[in-house]
């Protein structure tokens, strides 16, 4: 992103208190570990209870990441993971604090995956495991359950994607004023 002020577009100030965006991370951390506490407490292990003919809550624990990556190892890759989310978790927070005043979807982005990172490390290192309850399927096939961490990494990703694209749109928008004759 170019930080260059134009007649335009002036450089954003920094943003004031960037990390009271991580009130949304929080906000996420409870949320997912409350609903996997409700699941861990009320449903069966891998015992489906279909809410509707797409969609199931089925308790299921992954050792390993996403769609089960290295679940079929020694162990060795909960602290792998843990390591990563913890590392990610910081590295995102110093984005945080680096931000523009007016890049709150890229916030809010960051917030969301800094609080399903942080969600699904506390059931690595409390478990071993991460706690997956939401099932998808049609016909037969499903797709790997998740929870609602994975649900706010995603969102998160997808938020910082088109931020990106965003940033990316303005800055090619810019550059072709100032080149014009």
Known sequence: MNDAATPDRPVSPPMQRPLRWLWLALLVIVLDLGSKWFASTYL???????????????????????????????????????????????????????????????????????GG????????????????FLSFHWQGNYFPAFNLADTAITLGAIGLILASLRDGRRHTATSDKRDAP
């Not at 990610?88 to 709150?104: F, H, M, N, P, Q």
Request: proline share 2%; glycine share 6%.
């Open 117 to 132: 990172a942080l969600g699904n490390l506390y059931d690595r290192l409390v478990h071993g495991y991460v706690v997956d």
């Open 44 to 114: 069966i292990y891998a015992q489906p209870v279909e809410l509707l003919p797409v969609f199931n809550f089925t308790l299921l624990h992954n050792t390993g990441a996403a769609f089960s990556f290295l679940a079929d190892h020694a162990g060795w890759q909960r602290w792998l993971f843990a390591a990563i989310a913890l590392g990610v978790s910081i590295g995102l927070t110093i984005w945080l604090t680096r931000l523009k005043a007016d890049e709150r979807l890229s916030a809010a982005a960051i917030a969301l995956v800094i």
